[in-house]
């Protein structure tokens, strides 16, 4: 029996800039046919205003993650399967996380074409460095549903594969497994 049989929700989550919303796009349409649903969080917090407040420096919304929360579960109900991508998906109920990861420094030349002001790209970059996103996950999940994947040098199209892989063979490659990627470690220029 396939793996993607049995999840219920995979969240794909990552610092800005290491591809999400392209993946997610590609796996969307790749488990469209098993009744799979992208869902983003960003959007339900948009359309059903669910913040508590603007933060001037970062230039964004603060997302009340409780009512977000209460919301996605909400939509799990109802779903046979969801796919959920965001910069915090993995901190929604999840039956696998897949974190992306991207070299500190090519992450910040993704950035710098994204975004136009410091601090964004300067938090990123050092959230990235630091593995942030996989320790969160890791925290709230445990560290069997959590799996990294490094997009440096992967189209959305081989990282989307990478990820039915992982779906396909019930996470049993280890090679995937979270805590293997560490920036601090192999990154001779930070």
Not at 56 to 61: A, F, T, V, Y
Not at 68 to 90: F, Q
Not at 103 to 111: A, C, F, G, T
């Amino acid at each position: 029996m396939l793996f993607w049989r049995v999840v219920v929700i995979l969240a794909i989550s990552g610092v800005g800039g290491v591809g999400k919303t392209a993946v997610a796009k590609i796996l969307a349409k790749k488990l469209k046919k098993s009744n799979w649903r992208l869902v983003r969080p960003d959007d339900i917090a948009k359309e059903k205003k669910m913040y508590t407040g603007f933060d001037k420096e970062r230039k964004s919304r603060i997302v009340d993650m409780k009512r977000l929360r209460k919301e996605l579960r909400k939509i799990g109900r109802k779903e046979k399967n969801m796919l959920v991508e965001s910069l915090y998906a993995h901190f929604f109920d999840a039956d696998v996380v897949i974190v992306l990861r991207c070299r500190p420094d090519v992450l910040e030349r993704r950035l710098v074409k994204k975004y136009s002001w410091p601090t964004k790209i300067i938090e990123n970059r050092e959230a990235e460095m630091i593995g942030l996103i996989t320790q969160e996950a890791i925290e709230r999940h445990g560290g069997k549903k959590v799996f990294e994947l490094d997009t440096t040098k992967l189209t959305p199209s081989q990282t989307a594969g990478m990820i039915m892989q992982i779906i396909e063979t019930g996470g049993k490659n280890n090679r995937y497994r979270a805590g293997r990627i560490d920036w601090l470690r192999t990154t001779r220029k930070i």
